[in-house]
């Protein structure tokens, strides 16, 4: 009975042994394929992307996204590029696999974001000193400029355009200040070119003005003279100090404050400009209270031939309207000391220093009206400054 | 039994292969943090918060990098667990970059408001210093001159509150914070001449 059923269960180990040999065989021969497939598999390119990434990384904190933007986009991009061929390649049988796009891309991304990253320092550093120089010689501009500005009569315009350059000097710092050097750069060059323009502008217009000196030396020297020759009395008038003097004997006697026309420099072309006109003239009237609503008045001569003269000329040449005209009763009268330049081209005294004037001069006193009477050559320090601002602010574009 | 034990030991191996071959990318958390980053963006976290917003943009990336790690390698053996930490720390930087750009900002703007707010009372107080002021000679014009920069002033001013309207609250601070140390030098200046006047 036993050996009966030792030779049942015999088969049945046999076959027992045999299942577990097959599946150990499939299993061995299993993890042969797997180990091959894993071997011949391509490496995926995650150190190349890790180290464009901390390439990218690197041009960003380096501000490559304010200094180097275009070479960031680009950076950016073949990153993002070098992802999509690696996701591409994923997809696909792993033995098929070929990751040289997105490695080669990554590393062009490398390229690209290393460089980015070091022209960005470059170019900000540079920005920094550029903007750090720049702001120091437009702020001494600035501060150049203000003497000239407090004296001379510029007009609004000008003046307006000096206090933009001092707003915008102002705000460029600010952003200095917090490191944005490419607003501050902006700002610099705004100033620099309010500042260049007024200071050019300014300079120019005194400038034209003071090359008429030598002709108001010699009108006064030819007063002074006749003054002295004739003994009598003369006025000068000096337009740049706001002064009247009075001569006796060749001799400066008496000087006044006075006030002008609100558009005082230069000469007086036509009626209604509101300038003073300057040239040699003589007292051809005056008017006692009464006779004037200026308190007292001594009327001059104006115009004169050179006057007329060049009204003419300038009317032949267009450069004013066909039908101006030369205008006159230009007085020396009272009322002054107001504070403004507010006569429409007279000249006007406080009023005890017309009543003394008043006293002291007859009709035929000659009145010498000129720019001004010492002929102080205009300073140009402000131009030359502006020019180098200008200078400055090519070499921060 | 050493069959049972065989088809025991390969169906665990069976199931275990689902359950880690079935791992998914982590979709949704990574969708989360690019909204996050976009959010941060919106309020201009580049702008006010640039090295917390760089940092999630680089964290997105070095994401991005382990997820394609992971999907380049044999089912069986993938996970996202690692990706799904990062997800989890970019999620929060992102939503911290906002927050903290979202605080500078508003910061900036209340600096910029309050700069803006104190100019209107100076240029008053300068103007009622100008009747102090002498008012000679010389003193009508420079005060005509002042009043001519003042009303340049304004008009930067004017650019100010534009710049805030506009949301850009740094300019508007920038300008604001000129035009009231143009106003101080003003009536510094002024000061000075009323001073000069009275003798002391």
Redesign the interface.
């Given at each position: 009975m036993d050996a009966l059923k030792s030779e049942v269960k015999e088969p049945r180990r046999l076959v027992?042994k045999n299942?577990?040999l097959w599946?150990n065989l499939i299993l061995a021969l299993g993890l042969i394929g797997?180990t091959l497939?894993?071997e011949l598999s391509a490496e995926?390119p995650?150190e190349a992307?890790?180290k464009a990434?901390k390439a990218?990384?690197l041009a960003?904190?380096s501000q490559a996204?304010i200094y180097m933007v275009d070479e960031l986009i680009d950076a950016e991009y073949l990153?993002e590029q070098s992802?999509l061929a690696?996701?591409r390649e994923?997809r696909r049988w792993?033995v098929n696999?070929n990751f040289y796009s997105a490695r080669r891309l990554a590393a062009q991304c490398s390229t690209k974001a290393a460089h980015a990253a070091a022209r960005s320092i470059a170019k900000r550093d540079s920005l920094r000193e550029l903007t750090q120089n720049g702001i120091r010689e437009i702020k001494a501009q600035i501060e150049a400029f203000r003497p000239d500005f407090?004296s001379l009569?510029l007009d609004?315009r000008l003046?307006?355009k000096y206090?933009?350059s001092?707003?915008?000097i102002?705000?460029s710092e600010?952003?200095f200040k917090?490191q944005?050097y490419k607003?501050a750069a902006a700002?610099y060059k705004t100033a620099a070119d309010y500042i260049s323009r007024a200071g050019s502008e300014a300079t120019a217009t005194i400038t034209n003005y003071y090359s008429n000196a030598p002709r108001w030396r010699q009108w006064v020297q030819e007063t002074v003279r006749w003054s002295k020759e004739n003994n009598d009395v003369a006025i000068v008038v000096d337009k740049i100090d706001?002064e009247c003097h009075l001569y006796s004997n060749g001799e400066k006697i008496r000087e006044f404050?006075i006030?002008l026309g609100p558009n005082w420099i230069g000469h007086k072309l036509q009626r209604g400009d509101n300038a003073t006109p300057e040239g040699c003239y003589r007292i051809r009237r005056k008017k006692a209270n009464g006779q004037t609503k200026y308190y007292l008045a001594m009327e001059i001569d104006y115009p004169n031939d050179q006057d007329r003269a060049r009204f003419y000329t300038a009317k032949a040449r267009g450069e004013i309207a066909g039908n101006a005209t030369i205008g006159g009763l230009i007085e020396i009268h009272g009322d002054g000391?107001?504070?403004?330049?507010w006569t429409a081209g007279c000249v006007a005294l406080a009023n005890p220093d017309m009543e003394k004037l008043f006293k002291l001069c007859k009709v035929g006193t000659p009145v010498t009206i000129v720019g001004s009477s010492k002929g102080t050559p205009v300073r140009t320090a402000t131009r030359s400054l502006s020019d180098n601002g200008a200078k400055n602010v090519r070499s921060a574009e | 039994m050493k069959v049972k034990t065989l088809v025991a030991v390969l169906v665990v191996i069976f199931a275990m292969t689902l359950i880690v071959g079935c791992a998914k990318v982590p979709q949704q958390e990574l969708d989360a943090a690019k909204a996050a980053l976009d959010a941060a963006k919106a309020v201009e976290a580049d702008r006010y918060a640039p090295e917390l917003f760089n940092a999630v943009k680089d964290s997105l990336n070095a994401i991005n990098a382990e997820i394609e790690k992971q999907n380049s390698k044999f089912a069986l053996f993938r996970s996202y667990s690692k990706a799904k930490t990062m997800l989890a720390a970019a999620l929060a930087a992102a939503n911290n970059a906002k927050d903290t750009a979202v605080a500078n900002k508003e910061k900036v703007k209340a600096e910029a408001n309050d700069l803006l707010a104190k100019i209107g009372p100076a240029i008053d107080d300068v103007k009622k210093l100008m009747k102090k002021a002498p008012r000679g000679k010389e003193g009508r014009a420079a005060l005509e001159a002042m009043n001519a920069d003042l009303a340049t002033v304004e008009a930067s001013v004017a650019e100010a509150n534009t710049a805030l309207a506009n949301g850009d609250f740094l300019t508007a601070r920038d300008k604001a914070q000129a035009g009231l140390q143009k106003v101080a030098a003003i009536s510094e200046e002024l000061q000075q001449a009323i001073n000069k006047k009275l003798g002391r």
């Amino acid at each position: 009975m036993d050996a009966l059923k030792s030779e049942v269960k015999e088969p049945r180990r046999l076959v027992e042994k045999n299942w577990f040999l097959w599946a150990n065989l499939i299993l061995a021969l299993g993890l042969i394929g797997f180990t091959l497939i894993i071997e011949l598999s391509a490496e995926p390119p995650f150190e190349a992307y890790q180290k464009a990434r901390k390439a990218v990384s690197l041009a960003r904190q380096s501000q490559a996204n304010i200094y180097m933007v275009d070479e960031l986009i680009d950076a950016e991009y073949l990153l993002e590029q070098s992802k999509l061929a690696w996701q591409r390649e994923n997809r696909r049988w792993r033995v098929n696999r070929n990751f040289y796009s997105a490695r080669r891309l990554a590393a062009q991304c490398s390229t690209k974001a290393a460089h980015a990253a070091a022209r960005s320092i470059a170019k900000r550093d540079s920005l920094r000193e550029l903007t750090q120089n720049g702001i120091r010689e437009i702020k001494a501009q600035i501060e150049a400029f203000r003497p000239d500005f407090q004296s001379l009569p510029l007009d609004n315009r000008l003046r307006q355009k000096y206090v933009l350059s001092e707003l915008a000097i102002m705000e460029s710092e600010a952003a200095f200040k917090r490191q944005d050097y490419k607003k501050a750069a902006a700002r610099y060059k705004t100033a620099a070119d309010y500042i260049s323009r007024a200071g050019s502008e300014a300079t120019a217009t005194i400038t034209n003005y003071y090359s008429n000196a030598p002709r108001w030396r010699q009108w006064v020297q030819e007063t002074v003279r006749w003054s002295k020759e004739n003994n009598d009395v003369a006025i000068v008038v000096d337009k740049i100090d706001h002064e009247c003097h009075l001569y006796s004997n060749g001799e400066k006697i008496r000087e006044f404050n006075i006030e002008l026309g609100p558009n005082w420099i230069g000469h007086k072309l036509q009626r209604g400009d509101n300038a003073t006109p300057e040239g040699c003239y003589r007292i051809r009237r005056k008017k006692a209270n009464g006779q004037t609503k200026y308190y007292l008045a001594m009327e001059i001569d104006y115009p004169n031939d050179q006057d007329r003269a060049r009204f003419y000329t300038a009317k032949a040449r267009g450069e004013i309207a066909g039908n101006a005209t030369i205008g006159g009763l230009i007085e020396i009268h009272g009322d002054g000391g107001k504070g403004a330049n507010w006569t429409a081209g007279c000249v006007a005294l406080a009023n005890p220093d017309m009543e003394k004037l008043f006293k002291l001069c007859k009709v035929g006193t000659p009145v010498t009206i000129v720019g001004s009477s010492k002929g102080t050559p205009v300073r140009t320090a402000t131009r030359s400054l502006s020019d180098n601002g200008a200078k400055n602010v090519r070499s921060a574009e | 039994m050493k069959v049972k034990t065989l088809v025991a030991v390969l169906v665990v191996i069976f199931a275990m292969t689902l359950i880690v071959g079935c791992a998914k990318v982590p979709q949704q958390e990574l969708d989360a943090a690019k909204a996050a980053l976009d959010a941060a963006k919106a309020v201009e976290a580049d702008r006010y918060a640039p090295e917390l917003f760089n940092a999630v943009k680089d964290s997105l990336n070095a994401i991005n990098a382990e997820i394609e790690k992971q999907n380049s390698k044999f089912a069986l053996f993938r996970s996202y667990s690692k990706a799904k930490t990062m997800l989890a720390a970019a999620l929060a930087a992102a939503n911290n970059a906002k927050d903290t750009a979202v605080a500078n900002k508003e910061k900036v703007k209340a600096e910029a408001n309050d700069l803006l707010a104190k100019i209107g009372p100076a240029i008053d107080d300068v103007k009622k210093l100008m009747k102090k002021a002498p008012r000679g000679k010389e003193g009508r014009a420079a005060l005509e001159a002042m009043n001519a920069d003042l009303a340049t002033v304004e008009a930067s001013v004017a650019e100010a509150n534009t710049a805030l309207a506009n949301g850009d609250f740094l300019t508007a601070r920038d300008k604001a914070q000129a035009g009231l140390q143009k106003v101080a030098a003003i009536s510094e200046e002024l000061q000075q001449a009323i001073n000069k006047k009275l003798g002391r």
